[in-house]
Structures are given as C-alpha cells and as structure tokens.
C-alpha cells in the first residue's frame, strides 16, 4: 500500500522530511477495524511529532491521527462496525497513523461517518471534536444538552481547529461564547461558527471584555499559549469558574491564588489520553462521535473544513505541515485521495 512516512526527523522544507513510501497492508484482528482511508486532516500534534530531533526510524514512521474511509475489513471481537461502513476517527498516538491507504484502528475510538459530509469534510472534525467535547462535556462540568445555562465562555485561540468545535458545541449548550481572533478573516470565521463577541488576543483581554459587558467570565478555554494567558485567565475568571487547557505550559504554572482564592476548577484535556492509557471508558469516544455525526447530520454542527490541498502525497503533507507550522491556519487542512 501508499503511505507517507519518514525516517529522520527534519525541517518542513526539506523534501526528505516526509516520503512517499510503500508499506505492506495490516490485517486486523481482536478489537481493530481495517480502514481504507480515503481523507485526512493535520493537526498541530503532526507537526510536533515530526519536530526535528536526532532519531531515526527504519522502518519509516507513519503519522497521521485524523481520517474518514471505508471499513476493509474487521478483527474477530469487532461489534460496533462491518465492511462497507464509512467512518471517521482521530485514532491512536502510540500505534501507525492515518497516512496511509489501510490503518488498523480500535473500534471503540471510531464514530460512523456523517452522512451528509463528504470523506474531506469528515476527515477534518476528530480530533478536533473529540478534544472540544471532551474538555467542555466530559471534563468541564458542562452538557451539550443544557440549553438554558447561558453562561459566558471565553475561547482563546477561537478560529483555530479546536477552538472551531468548541464555539459551535458551546453555543449548542447554551453558552454566550466570547472567542478571540486576530485577524479579519479569522474575526469573520469566529462570527460564522456562531461567537456572540470576537475579541483580539493580540491586545489586553481584560479591558476588551469590559468594553462588551463581560467584567468576568463564568468559563475559560485557552487553546492557545498556556503561559501567556494565564495571568490574565486569573484576572478575568469569575469565582467557581472552570478553565480547560491543552497545551503544555512552557514552564511550571502557578496554581495558587487568584485561582484558589475564586476556588477555580482547572481542568486539562489530552485527547490521545483514552487509548494512550486504554481506560476502561474508551468507547466514550465511539460514542461522541456518533453523536456528533448526528448533529452534523441534522445541521445543528458544522464541519470545520476549510481547504482541501490535494491527493495524499508527501508533498501536498509536506505543504499542509508548513502551513501548520505558520499558526494561522483557518478551520482545517485536508487531503483527499491517492494518485
Ligand atoms: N491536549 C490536546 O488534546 C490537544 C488537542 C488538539 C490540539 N492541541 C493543541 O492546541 C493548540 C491549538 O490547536 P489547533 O488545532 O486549534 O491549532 P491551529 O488550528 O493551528 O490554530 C490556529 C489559530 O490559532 C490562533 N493563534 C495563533 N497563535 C495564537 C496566540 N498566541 N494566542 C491566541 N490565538 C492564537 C490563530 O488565530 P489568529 O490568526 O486570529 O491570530 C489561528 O487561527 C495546539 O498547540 C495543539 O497542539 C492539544
């Protein structure tokens, strides 16, 4: 089969640092499905994972979390999928990634396909829907099916892939969401996914949010640098708020006041942490993408696709990498097909 690894980890523009190579095709057994992947999305975890480093692999790595396919084929335990069925999926950090024409991949961290997404349109949401839904629902002590909480969020980072999923599944709970954005095009995109107030994360967010009402904020999500807003995340934060984070702190985080004395809930979201660890509640994922295959489906989400770059290739991944790379990617990259 084609795929796209590597074997030394070097910079985005060098055109070794991402091959078209070939692979023999897995067989699933136990708990996996076989996909034939037909989609892919890159995430910022790609591009970290890739980071230039002194290892070398043989034989060469495969990368790759998000994918839409079709099942090929299925191992002896699987109950949730047959072949012939289109899925999507964020998969696993520790097994072979999505760059490839078949991955094997546990069927409990897979959701069936919407049915109203093409195979790129659904290759964009995984991991990114899984991230912004666990945070907000499972970790966070919100419920995508409380309609009338109207409590006010902040979403640093709002036009980013997360941030995308996070507006439009705070907005389904209830929340006035407040999201951040820097640019025109990225204010536009926030306004589109349904952020009630844009404010730029490039000036001082607390008089910002006085200006529009907001003195404090019931919840927080910084999808973005975690040092360089968490002093401002204390200020702003109401008592018995909840912050969610999920990027690594540069350094320690002071945890102390003003988030004790306001009795904060801190809450951090590492979304590869289910299969990672294998928790018992695994198929939880299954089931949040199922369910977000639903609301897609009856129109109440939308997918975060924004650019579509090309076939699966090294060099279209090499493209989407580099871009990645620039941190100001709309929604989400995608490639589609084989050539
Ligand atoms: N823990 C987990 O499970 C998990 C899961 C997914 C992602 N992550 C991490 O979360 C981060 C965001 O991921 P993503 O996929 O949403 O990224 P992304 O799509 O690359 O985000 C791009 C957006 O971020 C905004 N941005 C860039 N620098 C910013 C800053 N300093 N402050 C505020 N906003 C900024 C830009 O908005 P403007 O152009 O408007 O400035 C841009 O639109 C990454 O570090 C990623 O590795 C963690």
Known sequence: MKAVGLTRYLPIDDPQSLLDIELPKPEPTGHDILVRVEAI?????????????????????????????????????????????????????????????????????????????????????????????????????????????????????????????????????????????????????????????????????????????????DAVLNLADTDRYWSVIGEIIAPLGHVGLIVEPSGELRIGDPYKAKSIGIHWEMMFARPRFQTPDLIEQHRLLSRAASLIDAGELRSNHRETLGPINAANLREAHRRLESGTTIGKLVLAGWE
Not at 172 to 201: K, M
């Open 41 to 217: 999305s890159v995430n910022p975890v790609d591009t970290k994972v890739r980071a230039p480093k002194p290892q070398q692999e043989d034989p060469p790595r495969v990368l790759g979390y998000d994918a839409a396919g079709v099942v090929e084929a299925v191992g002896d335990q699987v109950t949730l999928f047959a072949p012939g069925d289109e899925v999507y999926y964020a998969g696993d950090i520790t097994r072979a990634g999505s760059n490839a024409q078949f991955q094997l991949v546990d069927e409990r961290i897979v959701g069936r396909k919407p049915a109203t997404l093409d195979f790129a349109e659904a290759a964009a949401l995984p991991l990114t829907t899984i991230t912004a839904w666990e945070l907000l629902f499972h970790r966070m002590p919100y419920s995508i099916d409380n309609e009338c909480n109207r409590r006010s969020l902040l979403v640093i980072a709002g036009a980013g892939g997360v941030g995308s999923m996070a507006i439009q599944l705070a907005r389904r709970a209830g929340f006035t969401v407040i999201a951040t954005a820097s640019r025109p095009e990225t204010i536009e995109w926030c306004r589109s996914l349904g952020a009630q107030h844009v404010i730029d994360h490039r000036q001082d967010l607390a008089p910002q949010l006085a200006a529009i009402g907001f003195s404090q904020v």
